[in-house]
Each structure stands twice: as C-alpha cells, then as structure tokens.
C-alpha cells in the first residue's frame, strides 16, 4: 500500500563470529572421605518387652543462652512517650485557645465600658444644665409663619 522508500538502502553491516575457546582442564584433587572426629559410638537399648533398639546417642540440645530483654520494648516506649508529649501539646494548645477566648472577651468589655463612659459624657454635655454662657439667648414665645417666612 505505501511506495518502498527507495532513496536509502539499509546499511551494510559487518559481522564478526568469535568462536567460544575451551578452557585448560582444571585438575581435581581426589576426593578423600573423611569421617568427622566427633562420631559417636552405636548404642543397643533393651527394651522391657524384649525389643532391641539400636542407634546413636543423643545429648539433649542446650539452647543458646537468651540476652536479658528488657521488660518492655524500645518502641512500646517510644509509642508511649509520643503519646505523652502528644497530649501536652494538645494541653497547650487547649490553654492557648482559651486564653485567646479570655483575651478577646476583657477587649470586648473594655470597649463597651470606653463606650458607655464616653456616650454618658458627651450626654451630660448636651443635655446637662449649665449656667450662663456666653452669647446671645432669644426666647421666642410667639412666632408666626406666614407664606413661609418667620415675623417674630
């Protein structure tokens, strides 16, 4: 369906055949068999029916001494000291909020309290009763408005 690409030709190659070399015979020492020093002579046992068993003798095993563990383990102790130190942040965290929450509420309260005095001064000052001052007091008893003009 596709025309050859016709312009390049694939490039020749050249190969090279290496041919495996035997190796030189490796000389074995002859196997000897050699018994172990620590064989074991064979036993009979009698047993009280009358059977004979015969076979080696066995030592009990004795294991191999265990290192003193500690009672509890590295990371038991770990875990826990975590856990601890967790809960003193949480502690200190729960302090830190509740002094905030303290904080905000007296800052509230001093506002208020600036307010109240602050409004009860300005008040005393507006409307409090004062001797004379100085200026000019008109009294208007009777004032009529007429075609909205005032004639007093």
């Keep these: ?13 050249a190969v090279t055949i ?3 070399a035997p190796l030189a015979p490796v000389q074995a020492a002859p196997l000897v068999p050699v018994q172990p ?3 074991q002579a064979v036993a009979s046992i009698v047993l009280p029916d009358g059977r004979i068993v015969t076979g080696y003798a066995m030592s009990p095993v004795q294991p ?3 290192a003193a563990k500690p009672t509890v383990s590295r990371a038991a102790v770990n875990v826990a ?3 601890v130190g967790f809960l003193a942040v949480c502690g200190g965290l729960l302090l830190l909020t509740t002094f905030i929450a303290a904080l ?8 208020t309290l600036a307010a ?3 409004g009860g001064w300005i008040a005393v000052q ?4 004062s001797g004379h001052r100085d200026g000019t007091t008109v009294n208007i008893r009777k004032a009529v408005f007429k075609r909205n003009h005032f004639h007093g």
């Design 64 to 66: 191999e001494p265990v």
């Design 1 to 13: 369906m596709y025309p050859e690409n016709i312009g390049h030709l694939p490039a020749e190659r």
């Design 104 to 111: 905000t509420a007296l800052i509230t309260q001093l506002i």
């Design 116 to 118: 109240v005095i602050f």
């Design 126 to 129: 507006v409307f409090g009763a």
């Design 81 to 83: 000291l975590g856990g």
């Design 18 to 20: 290496h041919q495996p």
């Design 37 to 39: 020093a620590d064989v």
